[in-house]
């Protein structure tokens, strides 16, 4: 016989977006369940941010070691070995493990269960050996790997990214199919770990960035030898001795390219077809799970956030909108979430991240708009470390609004985290020209940026009439 719970929230997903909502609810002493049927920790520990992140640190600490002579260090032959990375990896995603583990969630009060969740009808849930009826369920069940339909893909031996960080052994030459952000951070990862690679595409490299930054990536990738094929047509997959081909038709005709390994990396789907969402009245299309601004369904006991509605997918996101439809489950304060506040890296070499409104969307939304600019090489700190590429880009109102804010250069996710509390709080630019850093540091940059609001010229009129009386005074 089922074991019936009735708690105040059930989650189904056990990703960063569920633990958040999970965590943050039993904080609050509100009775809560979570549904997980495979690892807690969802995509994002398996096979998403920690596990790329674990390699890009192994090949970003290859990349350091091999430019120590241009900063007066040599040692001895560099030498990668495909095994401890995988390790390394491995031993990576076990530390994190307990941050988000169902132990953890235990010690606050969450019952977890592990089994796969299913709606019996609009307010039950059936998981395992138990139903379960709650006042609201919110769904963050992530999202799977898409599989582009090419012809000849599904007869050949292909990876997609849960299977890009376990290579025990050196690929001759990868092939990445994708050009956005994450496939082109695991393609340089392995690229600069002494792998072959080219990467392609039939759209635009980097789609979701502002092209002159992104150009600037670009250009280092190819520079450090890793082929990019967008904007040509994949036209079919097929196997050959010792490994794989792929016939694309581009710009300057057809061409077929040859690889011994073959990595998907085109994006992902959200992972919600067996969870009964037609017995719950759950509308939902190919892009996941419908919801309206305040993030409910069709069913207005259920909210869905994450990976498991259309949007980017972000760890960051699934936590951000954990926190807003809280606000609504248990204090009725209905906020709008606004994506455009979680900040966006991709974490190539240089990285690309940004927040808030870009110059783009200004310009499409009729804004009127300040563009401010700075470049790196006039940071201290950067030069010091011989890393001067790269410039900040801040969208403005003609009153000092911060709308939005991009970045292109080393440790771009760091610095954007003071442009994200800017949009975030709707601050003025000049709040910034108040931040002290230490020194030299990477954050100065924000200052710098933020005092060319107020470049000659540029003063507003009213302030300057202050400064012109005040100075008959002496």
């Known amino acids: 016989m089922a074991k019936l719970l009735t708690p105040d929230i059930c989650i189904i997903g056990g990703g960063p977006a569920g633990f958040a909502v999970a965590s943050r609810a039993a904080r609050l002493n509100v009775p809560v369940v979570l549904i997980e049927k495979a690892r807690m920790g969802g995509v994002n520990l398996a096979s998403g941010a920690i596990p790329s992140k674990a390699l890009i640190a192994a090949a970003n600490q290859y990349e350091l070691l091999r430019r120590g002579p241009t900063l007066g260090v040599t040692g ?46 609009r307010r039950t849930i059936i998981a395992g050996e138990f139903t379960v009826i709650a006042r609201r369920f919110v769904i963050a069940v992530g999202a799977v790997p898409a599989i582009p339909n090419i012809p000849g893909l599904a007869g050949v031996d292909y990876m997609t990214v849960a299977d890009a960080f376990d290579i025990a052994r050196k690929p001759a030459h990868l092939l990445v199919l994708g050009a956005n952000a994450y496939a082109l951070e695991i393609a340089q990862a392995y690229h600069r770990l002494g792998v072959d690679t080219t990467v392609l595409d039939t759209a635009a490299a980097l789609p979701d960035d502002d092209p002159e930054l992104s150009e600037i990536v670009l250009n280092r990738l190819r520079a450090e030898g890793i082929r990019i094929r967008d904007k040509a047509a994949i036209t079919s997959v097929a196997r050959r001795r010792g490994g794989i081909r792929v016939t694309v038709d581009g710009p300057d005709g057809q061409a077929s390219i040859d690889g011994s390994h073959l990595l998907v990396a085109t994006g992902r789907s959200p992972n919600i077809a067996d969870l009964g969402l037609e017995a719950a009245s759950v509308d939902h299309g190919p892009d996941g799970i419908l919801v309206d601004r305040l993030l409910r369904t069709s069913n207005n006991r259920i909210y869905a956030i994450g990976d498991s509605i259309a949007g980017p997918a972000l760890a960051e996101r699934g936590d951000y909108e954990a926190g807003k439809i809280l606000q609504d489950i248990l204090f009725r304060l209905q906020r709008k979430p606004r994506v455009s506040d979680v900040p966006m890296v991709a974490h190539t070499d240089p990285a690309i991240a940004r927040v808030g409104m870009s110059e783009a969307e200004a310009t499409a939304a009729g804004e009127t708009v ?39 250069g080393h440790e771009a996710g760091e610095q954007i985290a003071i442009w994200s509390l800017a949009v975030a709080n709707k601050l003025d630019i000049r709040a910034l020209i108040d931040l002290v850093p230490p020194y030299p540091a990477r954050a100065e940059i924000a200052r710098r940026v933020a005092e060319t609001f107020l470049a000659p010229g540029l003063t507003p009129p009213w302030q300057r009439r202050i400064i012109e009386f005040l100075r008959k005074f002496g």
């Open 76 to 121: 001895a032959p560099l030498q990668v070995n495909f095994g401890k990375v995988s390790e390394h990896i491995a031993a990576v995603a076990e530390a994190v493990a307990p941050h988000v583990s169902a132990e953890r969630l235990a010690a606050l009060g969450v019952r977890v269960i592990g089994a796969p969740a299913r709606f019996l009808d």
């Open 370 to 408: 300040r563009i401010l600019r700075f470049p790196f090489v006039e940071n201290d700190r950067v030069q010091a470390e011989r890393m001067p590429a790269g410039f900040v880009k801040v969208i403005v109102s003609p009153r000092g609004r911060v709308l939005g804010a991009a970045i292109v």
